[in-house]
């Protein structure tokens, strides 16, 4: 395979790689959140407990269970997320590298590795075991 298409399909493997991150950090959000809107139960006992009951019901009115954005839970963020993009995403990667490379992956950093590695060094080897 020529170099051009082992750095091209390298980058579009980098660029998965970020949009992986991307996802991960999607799952944080949805996660933090979510522990956030909890905690919001905990600060409202505590507010009604010290004679906070305005603060306490705004707290429940505007915040506990709200939107992230119009329509949406976190949860809603990531499906449309995972079902959209990042699930195109994959398939055009994937798609690529059927066609290009016989489905291998990584091939730019296997190329790397073997450039950079000291032949006959234990720790080196090209292989496992």
């Known amino acids: 395979m020529d ?3 082992v750095e091209a399909l390298g980058k579009l493997s980098e660029a998965l790689e970020t949009v992986e991150r991307v996802r991960g950090h999607l799952y ?3 996660q933090l959140t979510g522990t956030a809107d909890f905690m919001l139960d905990e600060a409202v ?3 009604r407990k010290g004679g906070h009951t305005a603060i306490a019901e705004r707290i429940e009115r505007e915040l506990i269970g709200r939107n ?3 329509g949406r839970w976190t ?3 990531v499906e449309e997320y995972d ?4 699930s195109e995403f994959r398939q055009v990667e994937r798609d690529a590298r059927d066609e290009l490379a016989g489905g ?3 091939l730019y950093e296997a ?3 073997e450039r950079r590695r000291t032949h006959g060094r234990r720790g080196h080897e090209s292989l496992p075991g």
């Open 3 to 5: 170099d051009v298409t």
């Open 28 to 30: 944080s959000l949805h």
């Open 45 to 47: 006992s505590l507010f």
């Open 68 to 70: 992230v954005i119009p």
């Open 75 to 77: 949860f809603q963020i």
């Open 83 to 86: 079902d959209g993009y990042y």
């Open 104 to 106: 291998r992956r990584h």
């Open 111 to 113: 190329e790397l590795k």
